[in-house]
Nanobody, 111 residues
Framework: QVQLVESGGGSVQAGGSLRLSCTASEFDFSHSAIYWYRQLPGSAREWIVG???????EYDDPVRGRFTASRDNARNTAYLQMDKLKPEDTGVYYC?????WGQGTQVTVSS
């Protein structure tokens, strides 16, 4: 059964950093793009980052220059390094590929 499992969320102060991980199992990870979404309080889930199977990232405007996507195909894991975090980044973060979603991980940024 395909699984995407996220980890690395938590609570930080504004300006701090967190690194999220998304580990896949039973999945052709090395040939699949990975996408990161987030759901801010009171809002719909939104796409923020994508990374191709060969490691080329693309960022949405609110996170460009602060978030960095990467992946290690040998470990079936994608990463989202989040720097210069702001209180408005607070929400639940999900990884996705094709039909499959991770369970989400909470990120809380305090001012």
């Amino acid at each position: 059964q395909v699984q995407l499992v996220e980890s690395g969320g938590g609570s930080v102060q504004a300006g701090g950093s967190l690194r999220l991980s998304c580990t896949a199992s039973e999945f052709d990870f090395s040939h699949s793009a990975i996408y990161w979404y987030r759901q801010l309080p009171g809002s719909a889930r939104e796409w923020i980052v994508g990374i191709t199977s060969t490691g080329i990232p693309e960022y949405d405007d609110p996170v460009r220059g602060r978030f960095t996507a990467s992946r290690d195909n040998a470990r079936n894991t994608a990463y989202l390094q989040m720097d210069k975090l702001k209180p408005e980044d607070t929400g639940v973060y999900y990884c996705n590929s094709d039909l499959w979603w991770g369970q989400g991980t909470q990120v809380t940024v305090s001012s």
